[in-house]
């Protein structure tokens, strides 16, 4: 089993573009998030996803949005990239929201936005 | 406010010393993470608890839910102990079984 997978690994984008990172899970989970991860602060979470075909938003969500048309496959888009998203984005998924909620993680995406 | 507080925020100790990291919250919990992070490389979680003590070879985390505490100690660390080290909780009132994290302890072990 690969477990939580991310493409790409990094990414540079200009002020301004779009881009869709992919994340994407064989354990059968339901849930899946999406974090990022910038110096001195803890993981934020970004949207998350109970479900194939739901989504909802969590701590940071502006300037990103998410789509689960599969229940194995979270894919985070930003429409127009700003430098202040520059950061390392995790993806997580768990299999229920059981009381523990033990998440697995993608080995992260880093992205620099100019 | 972070409701999940770890010290310290930086350790550097020498082989073979034993080591212990801190985390308090503040929130209730349902469970209590420690969260492995190597340079470069992904998250792997190293332990899920609600009471007690877990061990895993030379790593042994503790929890005392009345004072919101827990902390993870390493025996007889290595360099390739080296990493971040993050404490998160899952919120017991939360619907989503939200994980709150703390902003990593980084540890280097020098041989």
């Known amino acids: 089993n690969a477990g939580v997978t991310q493409t790409p690994k990094f990414r540079v984008l200009k002020t301004g573009q779009s881009m869709t990172l992919l994340c994407a899970q064989d354990?059968?989970?339901?849930?899946m998030y999406w974090y990022r991860q910038d110096p001195g602060m803890g993981l934020r979470l970004i949207h998350y996803?109970?479900?194939?075909?739901?989504?909802a938003k969590g701590e940071v969500p502006d300037g990103y949005n998410v789509s689960r048309l599969k229940k194995q496959n979270f894919l985070l888009g930003l429409e127009s990239a700003a430098p202040s998203q520059t950061s390392v984005y995790f993806c997580?998924?768990?299999?229920?929201?059981?009381?523990?909620?033990?998440?697995?993680f993608g080995p992260g995406t880093r992205l620099t936005v100019l | 406010k972070n409701e999940v507080e770890q010290s310290p925020q930086n350790l550097t100790a020498q082989e073979g010393e034993f080591i212990t990291i801190n985390c308090s919250y503040s929130?209730?919990?349902?469970?209590l993470h420690w969260l492995q992070q190597h340079p470069g490389g992904g998250i792997v979680s190293l332990f899920m608890?609600?009471?007690g003590k877990k061990k895993h070879g030379r790593l042994i985390a503790t929890i005392n839910i009345q004072e919101k505490h827990s902390s993870l100690h390493i025996t007889a660390s290595h360099p390739r102990d080296s990493a971040v080290y993050i404490c998160?909780?899952?919120?017991?009132?939360?619907?989503?079984?939200?994980?709150?994290f703390g902003r990593g302890t980084q540890l280097t072990v020098w041989p």
């Open positions: 997580a998924s768990s299999y229920s929201l059981a009381w523990a909620n033990e998440q697995f």
């Open positions: 929130v209730g919990i349902s469970a």
């Open positions: 608890l609600s009471s």
């Open positions: 998160a909780v899952t919120d017991r009132g939360s619907t989503l079984g939200r994980l709150y």
């Open positions: 996803s109970v479900g194939e075909g739901t989504t």
């Open positions: 354990m059968n989970h339901e849930y």
